[in-house]
């Protein structure tokens, strides 16, 4: 089955500065890659996806890029502010409709003021 | 908001024990996936419920089971609590044929 690894778990930057956290995928017949906001006492949030046909997607300040070759994805924030402050997660699925997400451990990401 | 909702908030129960969660679908979406979160970890998908049939499990014993009504609320059962299962419990609701899984806020389950 599909494995997803996600680094790093923890993340601190400068208010301001840009966040990059990077997801690898083993199934190579994944083409779906959701990433996730949660925070505290919430249920994930979904802020960006992409498919295997894109290699890259923006949405203001948060874009990902997707390397199919290598298997991996990341996503970055620029201009972070301190509500970006919570734990993201990476996902990757079959992408055909209706599959299970298979998620990465998190990256607790914390903006320093 | 997702427009997906989960009741109760919080649960106790003991070993032994057996529990339901509910949860209910965004409008017009008739598919609907369970995940278990444990502290620190990322969800773990357990099962997926179409047009009220069970429609892929993950790694997850029978004593966990589901059910999908008409109205596009689901159940979420758990038979036999083991201290293990205390986690948090979301439900992430679909469109037929879609990629995008809207999640709700979760049931804290803790097993004592």
């Known amino acids: 089955g599909e494995n997803v690894e996600q680094h790093p778990s923890t993340l601190s930057v400068q208010e301001g500065d840009s966040a990059v956290i990077k997801c690898t995928y083993s199934?190579?017949?994944?083409?779906?890659f959701p990433w996730y906001k949660q925070e505290l006492g919430k249920g994930p949030q979904l802020i960006i996806d992409?498919?295997?046909n894109v290699g890259e997607k923006k949405d203001q300040r948060i874009a990902v890029t997707l390397n199919k070759t290598a298997k991996h994805f990341s996503l970055h924030i620029t201009e972070t502010q301190p509500e970006d402050s919570a734990v993201y997660f990476c996902?990757?699925?079959w992408g055909f409709g209706n599959e299970k997400l298979t998620f990465g451990t998190g990256t607790r990401l914390t903006i320093i003021p | 908001e997702t427009g997906v909702t989960q009741s109760p908030t919080h649960l106790i129960k003991t070993r032994g024990q057996q529990v339901t969660l509910r949860c209910s679908s965004q409008?017009?979406?008739?598919?609907v996936s369970w995940y278990q979160q444990a502290l620190g970890q990322g969800p773990q998908f357990i099962f997926q419920?179409?047009?009220?049939?069970?429609?892929g499990r993950g790694n997850f014993p029978p004593r966990f089971s589901g059910l999908q009504f008409p109205n596009y609320s689901s159940e979420l059962n758990v038979n036999a609590l083991e201290l293990d299962d205390s986690a948090l419990y979301l439900c992430?609701?679909?469109?037929?044929?879609?990629?995008?899984?809207?999640f709700g806020p979760g049931t804290r389950l803790t097993v004592l």
């Open positions: 996902a990757a699925s």
């Open positions: 419920y179409y047009r009220e049939e069970e429609n």
């Open positions: 992430a609701s679909s469109l037929e044929g879609t990629d995008t899984q809207y």
């Open positions: 992409i498919r295997s």
């Open positions: 199934d190579s017949a994944s083409n779906y």
């Open positions: 409008s017009g979406h008739n598919t």
